[in-house]
């Protein structure tokens, strides 16, 4: 498993319930934004596929655990790996941090989609090397 992307976020009233928990599905939202950070930041042309709609990943599977609740003002660290790949697909997980206490953990499986035939597409070749390749310390 390598890690690929790391990302921080902090939890704001929007996020929380009436309690100052997190609900649950601000996690999936704060996961999405942090493979956006990663695509942007490090794969800028498949940014531009996705605004033109030719290609797109899509969710196959998701599957999340929480560990411990975070509250209103905390800050978060996302931490992405990439599990594993295959033509068609990333295998990635996610996992939540605070101040080094495991959160919640996320993994999901996406699939590369052609915008034309809505169908499942081969990944380019030179985008899973550099997947493959990614590892930050």
């Known amino acids: 498993m390598k890690l690929i ?5 902090k939890i704001y009233y929007e996020n929380t319930d009436s309690s100052g928990f997190t609900y649950h599905t601000s996690y999936l939202s704060f996961a999405e934004r942090a493979r956006s950070n990663m695509l942007n930041e490090k794969f800028p042309e498949l940014c531009l596929l996705l605004k033109q709609n030719s290609y797109f990943f899509v969710i196959n599977t998701l599957q ?14 996302v931490l992405t790996y990439l599990k594993n790949s295959s033509r068609c697909s990333l295998s990635l997980i ?22 034309k035939t809505k169908r499942p597409s081969r990944i380019p ?6 997947f493959n390749s990614m590892e930050i310390v």
Do not use: A, M
Not at 125 to 130: E, F, L, Y
């Open 94 to 115: 996610q996992e939540f941090e605070k101040e080094n206490i495991s959160i919640s953990k996320i993994c999901i499986s996406l699939v590369w989609i052609n915008g």
């Open 64 to 77: 999340i655990d929480f560990f411990n609740p975070t509250y209103l003002f905390d800050n978060l660290k």
């Open 5 to 9: 992307h790391e990302d921080f976020f």
């Open 125 to 130: 070749s030179n985008i899973i090397s550099r």
